[in-house]
């Protein structure tokens, strides 16, 4: 029951079609989601300039072709995380439009994927090395299909400190950074201390022996003595990409 | 060396008074932070309108109080984190117009404490349980003390929905959520699923048995389905207010 | 809003008081606990005949001896839970009628605690070891508390083998048995395998060295090859006994 | 020797046909099981209506045929979990009426899977994402194997609200719910606190990063602020059926 | 209903003084202890010449010396573990024999504690560190107060390889070694290498930073290359001896 | 050098073809393994009537096959453990005689494994469950190529306290057991209370869920309240069985 | 920016060429590398006589041999480590003077590697069992590509104390020790209480139960009671050859 | 036996005043201490110009001032770390000379102590923040004992570069750096990345929340992507310390 519909109960009632008890249990009786157009109709308006998002990794491909089809019927941008080269053929059999982004493993279907829009302040992804780059590349294709430009700074982990230092000042001009980083993970709150945009810090599960899995990257990043930066979970590109969106969208209403 | 002091050199260099090697030797030698006029002299700007910190808990009274004078002279706006009576006793003897915030255990000198700026959207400070509480007024205290506007709701957590839904209206208008929860540390998830503005999550030391000291809520918070949140230490309320003023000065340049 | 507050709504519509904007209005902003009369309405009955309970060990005695004299006005059946001596002086000089179970850490306000119920089939409430005894008492007490005959038999841990067959006819009696112990935790599974009851199984933190504060009980009790048992954070004797009194109220509705 | 032999024994020696010695040396002698009369008889009365299970994991599928065809000479309700469809075929091949339930990974020979008894008041199994369905569909195929009827409701996560509550009326006409969620695993303590049934709750290893094989969902569940709720093992879907079984047995003696 | 009882019974029906009947439900109703004549009776064999043992940690003074006065009704050997001089001095005033060692935290009941038994073959108690120590006199006094003669060496861990090679030789005569270590807890599987006899490995929480409490020590002995030894919990030093008095005492029926 | 060697020196001294000082240089070099002769000399002691070793899991099917065949010159018992099928191939060419133990996963060449060794008294080895049965057989194949009589009881698990109870009388007469269980992990703790011999408990990585590769069954050994048990590293089957054979082979030095 | 460019520009001040707005803003904006020739020229230096390295794992064999052959037009020493065969294959098409050390993984050009360069004093290698062969060989060939000499001493870990001991004087001899080590890892820690070298430790992921992948060597490690060592990640053998190559090249500026 | 001893034995054979087999009787039974001016002679020229070292936290003043004052007889340089000012109070009485440093809780005397050897190329000792000043302190005093130059830098951590980049010219002249520092623990790896000079890395317990006591930056210095570096324990400043002192000391033999 949505708004409208509401509005022609009540009328019923002006009119008496309908007498007060069957509206009090019309109203009594009606799905959580009616209820919404109150208090929950966010989420309309919190995807509007968003893509409706699919995690294949648990999926066949057909199962990812036949969502993101029906997804696309409504929406304008679509796209599927942790997505295999498989997915790709079975998508682009349906959605010819759509684009596969191998290292990000992202299907994505965007009207404006081709002309990147520069004009906007470019939200900056940075990673500390190559390997760090498939969860970087997720975070950075994330954001490009929902329509925002990206400046990417790849390798310029700590470990050869001038790399980072020689990137800094196109980072200092960026709103927003995400930076993406493995092994000891202690990319962004070197970054955090020299810049003073919010940076959404992304622990990636590369490395070795200590690096269990991302868990030390992760510790470095929640202890970073530097203020001003936040984490999502281990090898989430999506996710930083998705909040990096919501902050930018902060005060668009 | 700053700027002028540089113009200075070359000054002497165009007439003669010093030749190119000492200028060259000059360059080499000059400290780091004289160079930052080019690159690092963010940090002056990125401060501007923010408190300088001390962090108090390994400090006694009276190195508290000193360094809060000290910043005093310099700084419209200092406080003192994780701080006790002791504490602010002893800045209460130097700095008459200190406050103390008990629960927050902050002690704030800022000149417009009183007069909450009220006619900024404020920042929604939320918290799951009522142990929560001094983790969620360090964050809300410290935005205060920045001169941020704060909606405080406490004791929201999920275990009562219909709390969670009856703030949600309030919390729908805020630009920016800080959700502080221990034991499950369920809160920011749903609320992240229920709002279009970012969640700074904060998972507390509260609980016993198998939170582990805020390892639960801490998982929980990284491994939430809703995306649009990320998480700041254990216990780190001043850290997640910080986050949330520099993503509230994004584009105040 | 109730439904009466509803109905003297849809009545001045209907008399044409009100028109229908101002009505949608009203309901798009009626608060979420106003629309529980739909649906989130359970929870008065859930806690009927259920004790409403305080968390005593953050709180201060004052504290704790107003919220439940506040309580003791609108419900029957009070209690504070991990409550010390000092709680009980604040609560007793407020409300004469309480008792103090020491080894339980409980204050309770019950009007049946002195008549035992014995009429009916008792939960059994047993633990492994004299150390494991303060959280059984606090399930045992919580469940009298609430009205429930309760069947104590401590100290018959699997070590001693021949102690817990002795108790086994009359545990395997019981509608439902709670089973409490530290160390290595085994009692709860072999229990389950020797009777048709469900087993609520409660790791206590009681042990040293590779106990873990409890983590290795409660490893053994998840792990346990027998069926039929589940299990609640490490100490939470309340817990238990919260869930055993839902099981216990099942199809009282 | 059962009670049959123990009383021709005992006449035995009231005829003088053997002497208290060779009793007593009888008695000294007999194997438990025997004396399992007194005490241990509550095995068979036990699984009466319940399935007897194989732990296929671990099996050949020749083993798992063998001993399934074995069960069902003596047992009406038989089934094996974790199967393949490997397995499947072998016991296809001797037992003809088994059913293989595929998301489920369950084979079962039940006399009434194909009516199912909706006459009962049906167990709510629910989870939270589509990627818990194996673990939920393992808990609703094994009531069902027992003889139980299931209400079924997936992807209800947290994330969603409006989904959950949507199907809360339902859930809250439910004896037992058992609800299923990896991740962040916040569904079961939230229901737990709507919802007047106990609530079993099962994590599983569904995630990644920081969900660390399910011990994020885990902790979540054990450190729930809801009371009423019960943690069965990781992905122990039939664990979590056998034990709502166990409480919709009681009171039947 | 021991054998006695048992005769007894079978008497009666014999002469016609009870009827069959009556048998079978004295003997369906007769305790699991009686029973245990035929299954369970090691027991009191089991502890012949062992001591009875008191867990003092968790117990008032006049707890234990209550029950220490108890036991030394019946038995010739007992003592109290991780005791207090507090505790001592309670136990001192019921029974003067008690000898308090104080580095092993034990009070002890023993007939010939002061003869120390060395015409046995002594077993060997070995510790690395002097910090070691506590744990390795409540594995060397245990062993005396059940009558065992005990070689110890003290300080010999294998950071001072000389001094280990020192002890080697005296070592290599004693039937069993007990080696306790903390830190990086190396010394039982250098041991084990060395010598012929079995290794009851101690690790102990001595130590700091990634010692972890004894964790450190613990999974260097569960991993050591060497066969031949088997670890018990951390600071278990009544664990060990007892089980090396079990080693003991096999064979001797 | 060897005590013959030592002796020509000497002699070579006496008859002054050789000085002192050559003397105290040749001893001042003599590798540590000639010193051997007054302390290391154990080793060959040690071994007699043990088997030789080979771990084959990092090695290839020639190399194992050439290792044992050396070893098999010198020795009488020979063994390679975590041995696949390949590597018995490649063993079974060269020595026609080895036997391999597929559960177990052992090649073994010994003269008396076809005729078990009845009359000594025989270590039991049992295991919990039908999946510990290879770290079950790879402790029971290790001791009777060791020549040791080994009793076997399988799937004893606590769940199913019948079974244990059943088999207790032949356990009560073993010198010695070898308890393997995985998932929960109480059988060597529950046994140890049942019996008077020391009890070596070996933990299996088998189980799912929060068994974590082991480390449940692992905590709860560790931790049992019963004494007389000693735990080894998880799956070490021979660990266990090596250990077993030191202990019976005390004071037969 | 070098020095000459600087040198330039200050002459073209010097002749007005230039004004000083002009040069301080070339200066302002020269990337930070030019700046590097002041304060972080040390690289090029620091790495003079090292090995350029390419960590092959995460790279496909063409791009390995891709940035081998780029590396070798500037550096005389380069080398892969986690190198395969395929590797191999792909960078000898290009760089026919590669060599692949298989056991270490590594290809590696460097002028000298044939001839070993006896006449320094080597640089010890020394692993506890050849499991542990690959990290050992990863550290050898890494320092002898580097031109370093290396004295290789495997399988002397502390269960046989005797073969360590019998190495022990060359060990003495050394400058350094890398001590490689999985399973329990007191190899390092053994050693370093009986030279007077510094020794740097490196765990292997090496061994099964209870090592946890490396976890219990590594701890072993970080708690030795001998001063004297420190450590490097799990299986870093290149890491530990690099530390060595640099204390080595201490003093040599 | 030392070398005298050998000689008289070997000329008494000589003389025919022992036999062959006396001496070899005699070599065979000599303790291993006396073989040690063979091989473990090298502790005493290991600690030449080292101190010796009391671990003063497990001792009791009277204890530490003891120990002390008996090392200090045969040693000209010792120290006690861990020490309180008690401690201090107990050695001063009986050690006038000795010195306390309360920040590093080292009591040391050493006759260089006031004349600081400003001459060597100072270790450079720095840490990342105040709270790591302890730990730093106790390696730069234990190293200042030791007779070695220290050059300290504190509260140079990664949150605020410039500080860091301005002490890298004085840290690049450095032989050898010791680098302290807790919460994210990057600074080691940072400066690595800077420096030619090998890096002593020491994490620290300084932290809250996710720090764990020590594990979080524990885990970053093992996963440094610079090579270069390696690490000690948690908190173990003096280990670092002596270990500098080794590496110091190489070549010097």
Chains 1, 2, 3, 4, 5, 6, 7, 8 share one sequence.
């Not at 998002?53 to 409504?74: D, F, G, N, W």
């Not at 982990?157 to 092994?183: F, N």
């Amino acid at each position: 029951m949505d708004e409208r519909h509401l509005r022609v109960l009540l009328q019923q009632l002006k009119t008496d079609a309908v007498d007060i008890d069957a509206v009090v249990e019309r109203l009594r009786a009606m799905p959580v989601q009616d209820l919404g157009f109150a208090r929950l109709d966010t989420h309309r308006e919190l995807r509007q300039g968003f893509a409706e998002v699919v995690y294949a990794e648990s999926k066949t491909p057909q199962q990812v072709a036949t969502i993101m089809q029906r997804l696309c019927e409504h929406h304008e941008r679509v796209m599927a995380t942790r997505a295999t080269p498989a997915h790709f053929s079975a998508v682009a059999a349906l959605l010819p439009q759509a684009v596969y982004h191998e290292v990000a493993r992202i299907i994505a279907v965007a009207p404006d994927q081709a002309t990147c829009p520069l004009a906007q302040p470019a939200v900056a992804v940075v990673c500390a090395g190559t390997s760090d780059l498939p969860v970087a590349e997720e975070a950075a294709v994330t954001l490009e299909t929902m329509g925002r430009a990206v400046l990417r700074r790849n390798d310029i982990g700590v470990s050869g400190l001038h790399r980072l230092l020689d990137a800094l000042p196109e980072l200092q001009a960026a709103p927003l950074i995400i930076a993406v980083a493995g092994m000891e993970g202690a990319l962004p709150g070197v970054l955090a201390g020299l810049v003073r945009a919010p940076v959404v810090a992304v622990p990636t599960s590369v490395g070795y022996g200590a690096a269990f899995g991302g868990i030390a990257p992760l510790l470095t990043m929640l202890n970073s003595c530097a203020s001003g930066l936040a984490v999502v979970n281990i090898d989430n590109g999506f996710g930083a990409a998705h909040l990096a969106a919501r902050i930018l969208a902060m005060g668009k209403g």
